[in-house]
């Protein structure tokens, strides 16, 4: 955002570096204040604008990771049910068809 004067653009400056810090700078006026004034209240507007634009972006990301999160542990849980089932038909073959003992002819080779 530019500025006619290098007074207003210093107002600016200094209301963004206010609000990163925390900080207020009472010598400003907020309501009754002139072009300086106003251009420092734009430039706390301006920084809380942004800060809130991080934090949604922020949370966005980590949304964004719960659900990869989410999708991976259905994931494993699939192939643990289909290994589950693969070993459960296993058993159940075994049981069905059991497999012939075949006479011992104690032959050596």
Do not use: C, I, V
Not at 16 to 35: A, L, Q
């Amino acid at each position: 955002m530019g500025y006619f004067s290098w007074k207003e653009d210093e107002a600016y400056r200094e209301g963004r570096n206010d609000y990163n810090y925390g900080r207020r700078n009472y010598d400003y006026d907020e309501h009754f204040g002139g072009d300086a004034d106003k251009a420092y209240y734009d430039g706390r507007r301006d920084e809380e604008r942004k800060e809130e634009q991080r934090r949604e972006m922020y949370e966005e990301e980590r949304r964004q990771e719960e659900r990869q999160e989410r999708k991976q542990q259905e994931h494993r849980q699939y192939m643990r049910d289909l290994e589950e089932q693969e070993y459960l038909r296993d058993a159940n073959e075994q049981q069905q068809y059991p497999e012939q003992e075949y006479p011992s002819d104690d032959l050596p080779f």
